[in-house]
Each structure stands twice: as structure tokens, then as C-alpha cells.
């Protein structure tokens, strides 16, 4: 999952989708979280199973909010997911 589905998940659709205009602020500390969190772990499974070969992140949020939005609060934080492992392939 990416981060802005995380944040979804622990937050709440509903929640989430207000804080974006009500509390930003918390959006991108949560995303910082989840986005952390979601390196951390890839990183642990590597050491299980080796140098990831494929990296696909599942979000459905991106669809469901705005492009200023997904530029906020979806994009840098799925983008520092795929540079942390660049060498895997983005499937």
C-alpha cells in the first residue's frame, strides 16, 4: 500500500478527506509517518528476501481527490517510496 492509502486506513477516508482542507498540516505529518514506516518495512523484507526486483504501490486514493491535491499530499510522498529503492523495477 502507499503512503496516502496508509494514512487512510489509520486516519479514516472521511477524516482524512476533510483534514486535507481543514488540517493539512496533520495530512503531511501522518504521510511522513506512513511514508517512513513504508520504507522501514521494504527495507526489513529485503533483508529476508533480498534487493527488491519490483516495487508496485497500491493507492486508490489518488483517483478519489484532486490534482492539486495529488501534487500535495499523494506525489512527494509515493515519489521518496520509489527513490528509496530505484533500483527496483516499477511495475
Known sequence: MGPLQVASEVRGHAALFV???DDPARVHALLRITTETIINWLH???KINGRLKRLNL????PG???VEQFEEFFFPYAKSVYDEFSYAQVR
Not at 58 to 61: L, N, T, Y
Request: aromatic share 16%; net charge negative; charged share 30%.
Open 19 to 21: 483534514d486535507f482542507y
Open 58 to 61: 497500491a493507492d486508490h486514493i
Open 44 to 46: 526489513e523484507m529485503e
Open 64 to 66: 478519489q481527490i484532486s
